[in-house]
């Protein structure tokens, strides 16, 4: 995959991340599932989410559009 489209492709990931991290679709929604409110339970999942997809980032995209390392992956 060339260079461009892999930085492309992570800040889309990052600005998916930045957009869906404060739940404004839960807003109005009251219902409790194990005691816990359901936007609770959003960030608990967004928060596994976010664990995954940084260490997907520093596994495979750490170093991009940095010239120095660049050049040595």
């Not at 260079?3 to 990052?14: C, F, H």
């Not at 959003?42 to 995954?52: D, S």
């Amino acid at each position: 995959m060339p260079r461009w489209l892999e930085l492309g492709a992570w800040l889309v990931v990052a600005i998916i991340l930045f957009v869906f991290a404060i739940p404004w679709f839960l807003w109005e929604v009251e219902t409790v599932i194990a005691g816990l409110p359901v936007w609770i339970w959003y960030h608990i999942g967004w928060l596994f989410l976010t664990t995954l997809v940084f260490w997907a980032f520093t596994r495979y995209g750490w170093g991009i559009g940095i010239p120095g390392l660049d050049e040595s992956r």
